[in-house]
Structures are given as C-alpha cells and as structure tokens.
C-alpha cells in the first residue's frame, strides 16, 4: 500500500515507522513545553504548558499500548492436498462439481481493524495536540516581545528629592503670673484706721511683662509695688486698707492683676476684712 498523506499502512514495520515518528514528535514538544513552564510570563499560561504535558505523556503511553499490539494473523492457507488437486504446467486447477469455488477477497483479522482505528485517533489527536502547542509557542513569544516593548518605552522619570522639613521655631513659654498668698484676711479695722499687708508676685514665664492693678470697687484700697516684673523674677505688691474710705461691716475684694500688653496674661489676689 503506498504512503500517502493520510494513509495508514497496516503493515508492522510501517506501522512501527509511524509510531516512533510520533513519539519523536511528542518528546520534542514536551521538551519545549517544559522549557516554557520556567519561563512562563502568567501563572495560567504555566497551568497550561503543563496540561499540555500531560496529555503528550498519555499519547506516548497509547503509543506504547498500540506498540505492543500482537501482530495480525496470517492469511488463510490451505494445508490439504486432498481439497486442491495439482495440475500440471499450463491446465487449470480441477474444481469439484460440488464445491464452489474459493473467494479471492483477502481475510483481514479483526484485530488489524481495531488498530487501524486507533492508529487514526492518535494521528488525528496529534495532530490536534501539535497545533494547539505552536499556537500556544506562538502567543507566549508574542507577549514576551510586547512586555519588553512596554518596559523599553517606559519613560524614566528622575525622582527629585523632597524639600527638607522645616522645623518651627518652638514657641515662647506663656507668661504666667503668680500671686502669694491668693487671700488676705486683714482682720478688724476701726473706721477711720488703715490696715497694710503684702502680696508677693512672680513671673514663671520666660520673658518680662510690666503689670498693671486694677482699681477695687469700693474705692478703698491703695497699691504700692514696681510695674516691670522680670523673666523668672519677683516683686512686692503693698496693698493698704483705708478704713475711713471703706463702708462698715465685712468688706471683700477681688483684685485683678494684668499685664499692660496682653490683658491674657493675668493674677487674682483677694482681701478680706471687717471694718467697724
């Protein structure tokens, strides 16, 4: 039988011909694949280099169960002289009034069918398989060339330095006045006598403030003491009770201390007395 392109030769040594081209096929491929699967750009492109390693290994395995097909039974011979009498040269084979004559058809054993139409599958899925690798071979180096154009078109951007951090100038410490004893209890004063005590004032901030005291309501208290009080510093207030000027009975006060610059930098000092 010739060997046409898409002919099966059912002849043992054709068919082993065949059979080893195919395996030859597979392993080149699933040499390929394999180097692939390293050098996959994507997890799934990888899954499927493999699968396809897979089914090149279950062709091979076929290709092996096919291989070791038992050889198709030889044509039908017959072995009795006394069916087929000889006949000398030139004078044709007597036949029997009987007996009819022999069919000239060929016998071709089952088994020689069944392999033939396995020979035809494992061609037709190699086929297949073969196709769906170059394809696969083909994408994989498409992508490969487009990712490295991307990456050599990617401009380079130079990343500048950020601007130092300015750091602020830490604030100077509020000026906090502090006033000693917050109240004074004068005690009784007669009407017409004047009754003295003393406050002690300090600044705990870090800069000087010149302080000023307010009037007291009842027009009779009297202030001596030095308006520019230094960082860290301290100074006397004198604070005098005119019991002439103050209305009888118990008399209470709430003087207030500021500076003159800045009212919120303030002091509280209290008075106390009975005036009879």
């Known amino acids: 039988?010739?060997?046409?392109?898409?002919?099966?030769?059912?002849?043992?040594?054709?068919?082993t011909r065949e059979i080893e081209l195919l395996r030859r096929h597979y392993r080149t491929h699933r040499d390929t694949l394999s180097r692939l699967i390293s050098d996959a750009p994507t997890e799934h492109l990888a899954a499927e280099y493999q699968?396809?390693?897979s089914d090149i290994d279950m062709a091979v395995r076929k290709l092996d169960e096919l291989e070791g097909t038992p050889a198709p039974a030889p044509a039908f011979t017959d072995t009795n002289p006394n069916l087929k009498?000889?006949?000398?040269?030139?004078?044709?084979?007597?036949?029997?009034?009987?007996?009819?004559?022999m069919a000239t058809t060929?016998?071709?054993p089952p088994a020689a069918v069944g392999?033939?139409?396995?020979?035809?599958?494992?061609?037709?899925?190699?086929?297949i398989v073969l196709a769906i690798i170059g394809w696969l071979i083909w994408r994989a180096s498409s992508e490969r060339k487009s990712t490295a154009t991307v990456v050599e078109q990617q401009p380079v951007t130079a990343t500048s330095a950020p601007p130092p951090a300015?750091?602020?100038?830490?604030?100077?410490?509020?000026?906090?006045?502090k006033?000693?004893?917050a109240l004074a209890d004068y005690g009784t004063i007669r009407k017409g006598t004047r009754a003295v005590r003393q406050f002690t004032i300090t600044n705990v901030g870090n800069a000087p403030v010149e302080i000023a005291v307010a009037r007291s309501a009842c027009r009779c208290l009297y202030y001596d003491y030095n308006s520019k009080l230094p960082a860290k510093g301290q100074e006397t207030i004198t604070v005098t009770v005119d019991g002439a000027r103050a209305k009888l009975g118990a008399l209470q006060e709430q003087i207030d201390v500021h500076a003159k610059k800045d009212a919120s930098i303030r002091g509280t000092m209290s008075v106390r007395a009975m005036i009879q």
Not at 1 to 15: I, S
Not at 117 to 123: A, G, L, Y
Not at 166 to 177: K, W
């Open 1 to 15: 039988m010739p060997e046409e392109f898409g002919t099966v030769n059912l002849k043992q040594g054709a068919q």
């Open 115 to 127: 392999a033939q139409s396995r020979v035809v599958m494992i061609v037709i899925a190699g086929v």
């Open 85 to 101: 009498p000889t006949t000398g040269a030139g004078t044709r084979p007597l036949v029997r009034p009987n007996e009819a004559p």
């Open 179 to 181: 006033i000693a004893p």
């Open 51 to 53: 699968r396809l390693v």
């Open 106 to 108: 060929s016998y071709i």
């Open 166 to 177: 300015v750091t602020p100038a830490p604030a100077p410490a509020p000026v906090v006045l």
